[in-house]
């Protein structure tokens, strides 16, 4: 069974850094691109973007290029996504997803909720 | 960068009707349209892919079709579980991207 088990919900203060991660099982994680879609308080859907763990090789959207960055280490199946400096607008639901049959996202992890607030 | 549109914020329906959600790219996507649903407190479950593919588990009663600009989703005969956002995505050109939703309400 295909499972993407996401770290738990954290509250940070504006300019602190954060590691979320993504552990994924159930299927050959360097075989399909791992990414990231970002859903704030009420709204829709964004995608940040996209890593292949066989290679490394990393999308990023351009409204996240150089905000965020995107990682993962297939010894341990895990993707990560990362801020050196966050904001309050950066308070949001992370869900990582799986991609399959070009570039859908056929499964998601649970989603992490991060609070960013003085 | 692909703007997706889907025309409807908000389709009230009743139990046992219709439902077509409609979306739209701002430039050829070919079959390259997924959607999703999206039910409160949960993550995007995946319908469709390659804009008329069910995904796996999906009922019958759902349906996409379209191509190059133009996407529907159908909903034969709407199901109280079926009330619900549902979100398009085209993945032909980078960055991905997402339309804005369409939420299905009980009318």
């Known amino acids: 069974e295909v499972q993407l088990v996401q770290s738990g919900a954290g509250v940070k203060k504006p300019g602190e850094s954060l590691k979320i991660f993504c552990q994924s099982s159930?299927?050959?994680?360097?075989?399909?691109?791992i990414g990231w879609v970002r859903q704030m308080p009420g709204k829709g859907l964004e995608w940040m973007g996209i890593?292949?763990?066989?290679?490394?090789?990393?999308r990023y959207s351009p409204s996240f290029q150089g905000q965020v960055t995107i990682s993962a280490d297939k010894s341990i199946s895990t993707a990560y996504l990362q801020w050196s400096s966050l904001k309050a607008s950066d308070t949001a639901m992370y869900y990582c997803?799986?991609?399959?049959?070009?570039?859908?996202?056929?499964?998601w992890g649970q989603g992490t909720l991060v609070t960013v607030s003085s | 960068e692909v703007v997706m549109t889907q025309s409807a914020a908000t389709l009230s329906v009743s139990p046992g009707e219709r439902a077509t959600l409609s979306c739209r790219a701002s430039?050829?996507?070919?079959?390259?349209l997924a959607w999703y649903q999206q039910k409160p407190g949960q993550a995007p479950r995946l319908l469709f892919y390659?804009?008329?593919t069910r995904a796996t588990g999906v009922p019958a009663r759902f349906s996409g079709s379209g191509s190059g600009t133009e996407f529907t989703l159908t909903i034969s005969s709407l199901q109280s579980e079926d009330f619900a956002v549902y979100f398009c995505?085209?993945?032909?050109?980078?960055?991905?991207?997402f339309g804005q939703g369409t939420k299905v309400e009980i009318k």
């Open positions: 997803v799986r991609t399959s049959s070009g570039y859908s996202f056929d499964y």
């Open positions: 159930g299927y050959k994680f360097t075989g399909h691109w």
């Open positions: 890593i292949y763990p066989g290679d490394s090789d990393t």
């Open positions: 430039q050829s996507v070919g079959s390259n």
């Open positions: 390659g804009s008329s």
């Open positions: 995505q085209q993945y032909s050109n980078w960055p991905l991207t």
